[in-house]
């Protein structure tokens, strides 16, 4: 099967208010084209670096989504131009984010990762961790930053009840801030929280009957890596 297709079938079969994020991180510029050609006009990216030289050479109406581990001290080579990023989840790095796209003249938007897993290497928060930061005075601070909603990942495993428990507890916790986010600081970076990024190739259907409204799919489009 090709880009284009596999892009085309994935596409279509999305309910209208689920937005597709192409992962083509490790993929060469030559196959983002194909799904570019495709109609495809968001891409997500692991490594800033590579994000940035495909940036520099591709159509300038593409949306950069950064979906990896974000450091710090490399926040400032995507503060021109990134999109959405995914990872965020501390405050610290809230604030560098916050301090590039000020320097940048810039708001930058943000999802906050959220730890679902069961697995010991992946990022985010707890509940308790994301309500004490949306509450605290450094937070209500940052002036150039919006939170758009939630992103997490689900345990790596064939156990479909287990992910949709992963799945359904994230929608929960989003839930929950999206009712009481008036409360919070500075509810006005709160505006727009509206997104809930989960589901990747292997999980995304089910994470759309637990209420994602944005998957990230690689494999299932650009082949395997
Ligand atoms: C690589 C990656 C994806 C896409 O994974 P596939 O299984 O190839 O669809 C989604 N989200 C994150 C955070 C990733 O790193």
Known sequence: MSIQSNLNTIAASL????????????KPVSDL????EAGQRIFGENKIQEMTDKWEEMPKDIQWHMIGHVQSN?????APYVSLIHGVDSLKLLQEINKQALKNN????????????????????????????????????LENIRI???MGMATFTEDQNQIKKE????????????????TF????????????SMGMSGDYKLAIECGSTMVRIGSSIFGGR
Not at 15 to 26: C, N
Not at 130 to 139: G, M, V, Y
Not at 185 to 196: E, H, M, N, R, Y
Request: glycine residues 2%; charged residues 30%.
């Open 167 to 182: 799945f359904t507890h994230l929608k929960s916790i989003f839930d929950s801030i999206q009712e009481k986010k008036n």
């Open 185 to 196: 600081s500075d509810a006005s970076k709160l505006d727009d929280f509206s997104t809930i």
């Open 15 to 26: 309910p209208e208010h689920v937005t597709l994020v192409a992962v083509s991180k490790t």
């Open 74 to 78: 490399k926040v400032k080579f995507m």
């Open 148 to 150: 758009l909603g939630l």
């Open 106 to 141: 810039r708001v930058m938007d943000c999802l906050l990762q959220i730890y679902i897993a069961e697995e010991e290497s992946k990022f985010g928060l707890d509940e308790a961790e994301l309500n004490e930061l949306l509450a605290s005075s450094a937070f209500k601070e």
């Open 33 to 36: 084209m194909q799904a570019y």
